[in-house]
């Protein structure tokens, strides 16, 4: 089975697959977490990364 997460960013929304079977300590903490609300900013000096402070 596959789980998928959705993301939404302003008007953006996006679709993460969790990988369980590869990851499934990662999958879960991940999981633990949801649902989250935070800001997130775009890390200006990182190149194509974003930040939840």
């Known amino acids: ?7 939404r960013v302003a008007d953006l929304r996006l679709t993460a697959r969790l990988e369980a079977a590869a990851a499934p300590r990662t999958c879960a ?10 800001s997130l ?4 000096w990182s190149g194509e990364s ?3 402070p």
Not at 1 to 7: C, Y
Not at 41 to 44: G, M, S, T
């Open 29 to 38: 903490a991940v999981l633990g977490l949801l649902p989250l609300r935070a």
């Open 41 to 44: 900013l775009q890390a200006r």
């Open 1 to 7: 089975m596959t789980t998928t997460i959705d993301i």
């Open 50 to 52: 974003a930040w939840v």
